[in-house]
């Protein structure tokens, strides 16, 4: 699976952006897709996760109630809304695919993951 995401850019706190990554090269719907993200001088952190329908969704604390995770399979793509963004949400963020697991549900370490976009920066002005 190919994974390009875009959407980044600078925002001031407060604002809004929405994020993309686009897969190509496999079945989609086959797989549970995730967003993370990793700032300057820190590991890479789990941001949001979703199993292959869209049914289920799943976010880091950090993020929860400002974020949304969505996938639209005829489009093979998955949307990382995030709103009410704050200085400390500036990072790379990076979309990943993983191979659906049993039942249906996502992952949300980073080794779960077997294909990786190349990140998009996310800038959020004080």
């Not at 399979?73 to 697991?101: F, H, I, R």
């Amino acid at each position: 699976v190919q994974l390009q995401a875009s959407g980044g850019g600078l925002v001031q706190a407060g604002g809004s952006l929405r994020l993309s990554c686009a897969a190509s090269g496999r079945t989609f719907s086959n797989y549970a897709m995730g967003w993370f993200r990793q700032a300057p001088g820190k590991e890479r952190e789990f941001v949001a996760a979703i199993n292959w329908s869209g049914g289920s969704t799943y976010y880091a604390d950090s993020v929860k109630g400002r974020f949304t995770i969505s996938r639209d399979n005829a489009k093979n793509t998955v949307y990382l809304q995030m709103n009410s963004l704050k200085p400390e949400d500036t990072a790379v963020y990076y979309c990943a695919a993983g191979a659906s697991p049993p039942g249906g549900s996502y992952y949300v370490r980073p080794r779960e993951y077997d294909y990786w976009g190349q990140g998009t920066l996310v800038t959020v002005s004080s």
